[in-house]
């Protein structure tokens, strides 16, 4: 696509389920981040992958946070036993070299 | 990882006005860009500048690399350039570290 497109856009969930995010890249972008942005706060990173080299996953905050890219395009963000600290924006960009961001989505956890 | 200092933290400015914004970094980078995101969250890429100095419109950029900073000037401010801007730097494993942003209102 012409752009990166992430869904859903708003996720709303009860503390306790999992949630699952999606992000399609720029087709043949090699490079996929997530990154989170909790309200009013800077880029927090997630987690990068480039091509078939192993995920790099410093930054992911807890063993509940788990992603996956197939194919080297679609990735999946998975949150498993959401809590509330987990509410934010969580933003997903290809590359390379210069970063296309999508609009994010909105997580909610009630 | 690299840190990344941004400068100032909140900008004011009245419409038509100039505006420089810095960004310093810790360490050698082969990736810096400058990011806009708008009120409505949406981050748009502005520039990818590891070295060298860029112009688009009324925005251009510079980074001076062996002194480990970018500077990001905007010209004849808008109101529609409020929001925050973000540089973001790389190193050798290519994890962007963004720094936490400046954010601009631009008065009418």
């Known amino acids: 696509g012409a752009g990166v497109s992430q869904s859903p856009s708003n996720k709303v969930t009860e503390k306790g389920k999992d949630v699952e995010l999606r992000c399609d890249p720029i087709?043949?972008?090699?490079?996929l981040y997530w990154y989170r942005q909790s309200l009013g706060q800077g880029l927090e990173f997630l987690i990068y992958f480039q091509g078939n080299s192993a995920p790099d996953k410093s930054g992911l905050p807890s063993d509940r946070f788990s992603a996956e890219r197939t194919g080297g395009s679609v990735s999946t963000l998975t949150i498993q036993r959401t809590q509330q600290e987990d509410s934010a924006v969580y933003l997903c960009a290809s590359s390379p070299p210069q970063s296309t961001f999508g609009s994010g989505t909105r997580l909610t956890v009630v | 990882g690299i840190q990344v200092e941004q400068s100032p933290p909140d900008l004011i400015l009245q419409e038509g006005a100039n505006s420089t914004l810095r960004c310093n970094f810790s360490?050698?980078?082969?990736?810096l860009q400058w990011f806009h995101q708008n009120p409505w969250g949406q981050l748009i890429n502005l520039f990818y500048?590891?070295?060298g100095t860029k112009q688009n419109g009324r925005l251009s950029a510079t980074t001076v690399a062996t002194e480990r900073y970018s500077l990001l000037y905007i010209s004849s401010s808008q109101t529609t350039d409020s929001g925050v801007y973000f540089c973001a730097v790389s190193g050798g494993d290519y994890k962007l570290s963004f720094g936490a942003g400046t954010t601009v209102t631009v008065r009418a």
């Open positions: 360490d050698s980078v082969n990736n």
């Open positions: 500048i590891p070295s």
């Open positions: 087709s043949g972008h090699t490079a």
